[in-house]
């Protein structure tokens, strides 16, 4: 039988660069137990030695040496660097700084390829440089479009402004080492929908009082279809905190929420105060779990800094109410089967039914979208909402001030844009409430919904002389399984 090994493995190691990696550590952790107050990181045959001062470096780095060259590993003394900058994995390691060593930028990609490259190495470096997806939106936006790899690119005058930035950032900006005495603090920054977040030390009493440690970023690609600003600052946290767990093995002491307020009127505070971040918090599941176990403190200032001065922006209150309102109440209701788009309430004044229908292409959940959106364009005042959609409850629930991911129907993303803007833009209250569908309970939302379904429903259902036209359409419609439509229209397993 023959074997295969890896050829690009250091040393003539012939193993996989999993157990390279684990072996050096199997060598290097007696003297990790040894030299507790070291600290020694390595990759495959790169390491990092240091240490608090000269003389615990050497002994620990001898030990180092020993060790490895005892197990037949070949120590070239040139290589060693004893002097900053120091050189490791990429990065150029001064006295009190770090910044990336020297990558050279492509300034004029022609392929897709050309850009996955450019994008992936500037996604490496931009924890270290500050670049927001603001930034590099114009790039990464460059990735869609034919799937072709060697289909031609051509940048945008917005890409080519943001690779100078990137060079600018290149040149200028550095992240520094961190002060093993001082504790690591966490801000949010940026503005809807690119915030971001950074990682720093702070030293009073000095020049520059800010280290920065590293920036925090969200993912390019949202998981949702819309999702809250107060979801955004969670996933933040929560990125922030398991990044700093990783690179120091503590928490924050202070994570800072510099939250503005947008105006309502004259008597809206401008700033978030303690009582209403707490409501915030109970009310958000996903800040209640980006937080869970932390024991620091969260304020809503931020310290005193040109990089620090950004805010981003909240409503002081939802315009979305807990609690049903003593207002108007609209109906919604869909049919895959005749596509039409229901919205019916009842007329204060004459205690009447009227109705808006529209038929509108697509799922019933588009046409069920499109009669929400009517409504909200029909109705400024307070209103309360009933639909039979789960899944339209939920996305009017989430709407306000929500961020959107770009998705590929243009029909319901035109719908989704609006829906938000009409939302985020309103001065009235209003309170949606999922109810269950053609049931027999007696009062006025059981007799709306009736209502509504009824408006949906096809004109007329004619008598099909085919059986198998009839458990096709029913099929296509309600989705049955093929044990339903045997029972139903007595057919055979096979004809099923």
Same mark, same amino acid.
């Given at each position: 039988?023959?074997?295969?090994?890896?050829?690009?493995?250091?040393?003539?190691?012939?193993?996989?660069?999993?157990?390279?990696?684990?072996?050096?550590?199997?060598?290097?952790?007696?003297?990790?137990?040894?030299?507790?107050?070291?600290?020694?990181?390595?990759?495959?045959?790169?390491?990092?030695?240091?240490?608090?001062?000269?003389?615990?470096?050497?002994?620990?780095?001898?030990?180092?040496?020993?060790?490895?060259?005892?197990?037949?590993?070949?120590?070239?003394?040139?290589?060693?660097?004893?002097?900053?900058?120091?050189?490791?994995?990429?990065?150029?390691?001064?006295?009190?700084?770090?910044? =990336?060593?020297?990558?050279?930028?492509?300034?004029?990609?022609?392929?897709?390829?050309?850009?996955?490259?450019?994008?992936?190495?500037?996604?490496?470096?931009?924890?270290?440089?500050?670049? /927001?997806?603001?930034?590099?939106?114009?790039?990464?936006?460059?990735?869609?479009?034919?799937?072709?790899?060697?289909?031609?690119?051509?940048?945008?005058?917005?890409?080519?402004?943001?690779?100078?930035?990137?060079?600018?950032?290149?040149?200028?900006?550095?992240?520094?080492?961190?002060?093993?005495?001082? =504790?690591?603090? #966490?801000?949010?920054?940026?503005?809807?929908?690119?915030?971001?977040?950074?990682?720093?030390?702070?030293?009073?009493?000095?020049?520059?009082?800010?280290?920065?440690?590293?920036?925090?970023?969200?993912?390019?690609?949202?998981?949702?279809?819309?999702?809250?600003?107060?979801?955004?600052?969670?996933?933040?946290? *929560?990125?922030?905190?398991?990044?700093?767990?990783?690179?120091?093995?503590?928490?924050? /002491?202070?994570?800072?929420? =510099?939250?503005?307020?947008?105006?309502?009127?004259?008597?809206?505070?401008? *700033?978030?105060?303690?009582?209403?971040?707490?409501?915030?918090?109970?009310?958000?599941?996903?800040?209640?779990?980006?937080?869970?176990?932390?024991?620091?403190?969260?304020?809503?200032?931020?310290?005193?800094?040109?990089?620090?001065?950004?805010? #981003?922006?909240?409503?002081?209150?939802?315009?979305?109410?807990?609690?049903?309102?003593?207002?108007?109440?609209?109906?919604?209701?869909?049919?895959?089967?005749?596509?039409?788009?229901?919205? /019916?309430?009842?007329? =204060?004044?004459?205690?009447?039914?009227?109705?808006? !229908?529209?038929? !509108?292409?697509?799922?019933?959940?588009?046409?069920?979208?499109?009669?929400?959106?009517?409504?909200?364009?029909? #109705?400024?005042?307070?209103?309360?909402?009933?639909?039979?959609?789960?899944?339209?409850?939920?996305?009017?629930?989430?709407?306000?001030?929500?961020?959107?991911?770009?998705?590929?129907?243009?029909?319901?993303?035109?719908?989704?844009?609006?829906?938000?803007?009409?939302?985020?833009?309103?001065?009235?209250?209003?309170?949606?409430?999922?109810?269950?569908?053609?049931?027999?309970?007696?009062?006025?939302?059981?007799?709306?919904?009736?209502?509504?379904?009824?408006?949906?429903?096809?004109?007329?259902?004619?008598?099909?002389?085919?059986?198998?036209?009839?458990?096709?359409?029913?099929?296509?419609?309600?989705?049955?399984?093929?044990?339903?439509?045997?029972?139903?229209?007595?057919?055979?397993?096979?004809?099923?």
């Amino acid at each position: 039988m023959k074997r295969y090994h890896w050829k690009v493995l250091p040393q003539g190691l012939k193993s996989s660069p999993f157990i390279c990696q684990q072996y050096v550590a199997s060598l290097l952790s007696p003297v990790r137990a040894k030299r507790k107050d070291a600290i020694i990181l390595h990759y495959m045959d790169d390491l990092l030695v240091c240490a608090p001062n000269d003389s615990i470096l050497q002994h620990t780095l001898d030990l180092v040496v020993k060790v490895l060259t005892s197990a037949g590993f070949q120590l070239q003394e040139d290589k060693v660097q004893r002097m900053p900058p120091w050189k490791y994995l990429g990065l150029q390691i001064a006295a009190r700084t770090i910044v =990336p060593q020297k990558l050279e930028i492509e300034c004029n990609p022609k392929t897709p390829a050309d850009l996955h490259s450019l994008c992936g190495s500037l996604n490496w470096v931009r924890p270290w440089l500050g670049l /927001t997806n603001e930034d590099l939106d114009p790039l990464f936006n460059l990735l869609k479009g034919e799937r072709e790899l060697v289909s031609p690119r051509e940048l945008t005058p917005e890409a080519k402004t943001a690779i100078e930035k990137v060079q600018k950032a290149l040149s200028e900006r550095q992240a520094h080492r961190c002060e093993p005495n001082i =504790p690591f603090q #966490f801000i949010v920054l940026g503005k809807l929908p690119h915030l971001h977040g950074l990682i720093f030390q702070w030293i009073e009493g000095q020049r520059d009082s800010l280290l920065i440690i590293e920036w925090v970023f969200l993912s390019q690609q949202r998981s949702k279809t819309i999702t809250e600003p107060q979801e955004l600052i969670a996933q933040l946290i *929560r990125k922030a905190r398991v990044r700093v767990c990783e690179l120091a093995g503590c928490d924050f /002491t202070c994570i800072h929420l =510099p939250v503005k307020l947008s105006e309502e009127g004259r008597n809206s505070p401008k *700033r978030l105060t303690k009582e209403m971040f707490e409501h915030l918090l109970q009310s958000n599941a996903s800040l209640q779990l980006s937080l869970d176990s932390y024991r620091g403190q969260i304020s809503v200032h931020a310290p005193s800094h040109k990089l620090l001065n950004e805010e #981003f922006h909240l409503i002081p209150c939802e315009k979305r109410s807990r609690r049903p309102l003593k207002a108007l109440t609209v109906f919604t209701d869909t049919s895959g089967a005749s596509h039409k788009s229901v919205m /019916t309430w009842r007329n =204060p004044q004459t205690q009447r039914w009227e109705a808006d !229908v529209e038929f !509108v292409e697509g799922s019933p959940q588009v046409a069920e979208l499109a009669a929400v959106v009517r409504a909200f364009e029909k #109705f400024s005042e307070p209103i309360n909402l009933v639909t039979d959609s789960a899944y339209m409850a939920g996305v009017v629930s989430r709407a306000e001030q929500a961020v959107l991911k770009e998705i590929d129907n243009e029909h319901l993303f035109r719908l989704l844009s609006k829906l938000i803007y009409l939302i985020s833009h309103r001065e009235h209250p209003f309170y949606v409430m999922h109810v269950r569908s053609h049931t027999d309970l007696p009062g006025e939302i059981a007799e709306g919904n009736r209502q509504a379904d009824s408006l949906a429903a096809p004109v007329e259902k004619a008598r099909l002389p085919d059986i198998f036209q009839q458990a096709k359409l029913s099929h296509q419609q309600y989705h049955q399984n093929v044990p339903g439509l045997i029972r139903q229209f007595q057919l055979t397993w096979s004809q099923a």
